[in-house]
T-cell receptor, first 113, second 115 residues
Framework: DQQVKQNSPSLSVQEGRISILNCDYT??????FLWYKKYPAEGPTFLIS?????DKNEDGRFTVFLNKSAKHLSLHIVPSQPGDSAVYFC????????????FGTGTRLQVTL | EAQVTQNPRYLITVTGKKLTVTCSQN?????MSWYRQDPGLGLRQIYY???????DKGDVPEGYKVSRKEKRNFPLILESPSPNQTSLYFC??????????????FGPGTRLTVL
C-alpha cells in the first residue's frame, strides 16, 4: 500500500515557467514532509522540507505547500531552469524527524528551452 | 567536504554468493539508513541505525543484514543474494537538527545485479 503517492510520473515545462509537482498521502500521522531531487547516477539530494504546523515554506525558487485537510503537498519551482530537470521525490515521516522516511515513486521533470 | 560514500558502485554477482556493500559518512551523524530503489516503487527503507550497535528493520528487511560497530560505517550484508534483490541501493546519513530542518544525506548509490 503506497502511503505517499506521486501520480504524475513525468512533467514537461518550458524554461522560465512555473513547475508544480504534486504529492498525496494517506497516513494522517505524517507530520514532516521533504522533497528530494535526483539526477541520474547520483543519490537524492535534499531540496526543501515542511513541518505539519506550517502550510508553506519557501527557499529561493522553491516553495512547498501543505494542505493537511486534503493530505496533499506540492512543490513549486519558479522560474524553472534547465538544470532543474531531474526526478523529484516527496517523502514523509510520522515522528517529525528525517530518521524514517516513506517516499513517493517520483516525478521526472523536464525543463525545455 | 561532507559526504556519504558507498562501495562498490556497481556489482554483478550470482545467486547465493555473499556480498557486502560498504557505507561510510564523515558528518558524525548518529542515524544512518539503507534504501533500495525499484521502478514504480520509489525508495523503500531496508534497515536503519540510531547509533552504534543499535539497528532496526525498515519496510523491506527480508534477505538483508546490517551492522553498526562504529559511528561512521554502516555496511549492508546480503548473506545469500537472490535475483529479486537486483536493485539500486542507497545509504543515507541523517542529520537530526530538529525544528523542521532534519534531512537525510544520500550516497551515490550501488547498482546490484544478481544473476
Amino acid at each position: 500500500d503506497q502511503q505517499v503517492k506521486q501520480n504524475s510520473p513525468s512533467l514537461s515545462v518550458q524554461e522560465g515557467r512555473i513547475s508544480i509537482l504534486n504529492c498525496d498521502y494517506t497516513n494522517s500521522m505524517f507530520d514532516y514532509f521533504l522533497w528530494y531531487k535526483k539526477y541520474p547516477a547520483e543519490g537524492p539530494t535534499f531540496l526543501i522540507s515542511i513541518s505539519s504546523i506550517k502550510d508553506k515554506n519557501e527557499d529561493g525558487r522553491f516553495t512547498v505547500f501543505l494542505n493537511k485537510s486534503a493530505k496533499h503537498l506540492s512543490l513549486h519551482i519558479v522560474p524553472s531552469q534547465p538544470g532543474d530537470s531531474a526526478v523529484y521525490f516527496c517523502a514523509a515521516s510520522v515522528d517529525g524527524t528525517a530518521s524514517k522516511l516513506t517516499f513517493g515513486t517520483g516525478t521526472r521533470l523536464q525543463v525545455t528551452l | 567536504e561532507a559526504q556519504v560514500t558507498q562501495n562498490p558502485r556497481y556489482l554483478i554477482t550470482v545467486t547465493g554468493k555473499k556480498l557486502t556493500v560498504t557505507c561510510s559518512q564523515n558528518m558524525n551523524h548518529e542515524y544512518m539508513s539503507w534504501y533500495r530503489q525499484d521502478p514504480g516503487l520509489g525508495l523503500r527503507q531496508i534497515y536503519y541505525s540510531m547509533n552504534v550497535e543499535v539497528t532496526d528493520k525498515g519496510d523491506v528487511p527480508e534477505g538483508y543484514k546490517v551492522s553498526r560497530k562504529e559511528k561512521r560505517n554502516f555496511p549492508l550484508i546480503l548473506e545469500s543474494p537472490s535475483p529479486n534483490q537486483t536493485s539500486l541501493y542507497f545509504c543515507a546519513s541523517i542529520s537530526l537538527a530538529g525544528l523542521g530542518t532534519d534531512t537525510q544525506y544520500f550516497g551515490p548509490g550501488t547498482r546490484l545485479t544478481v544473476l
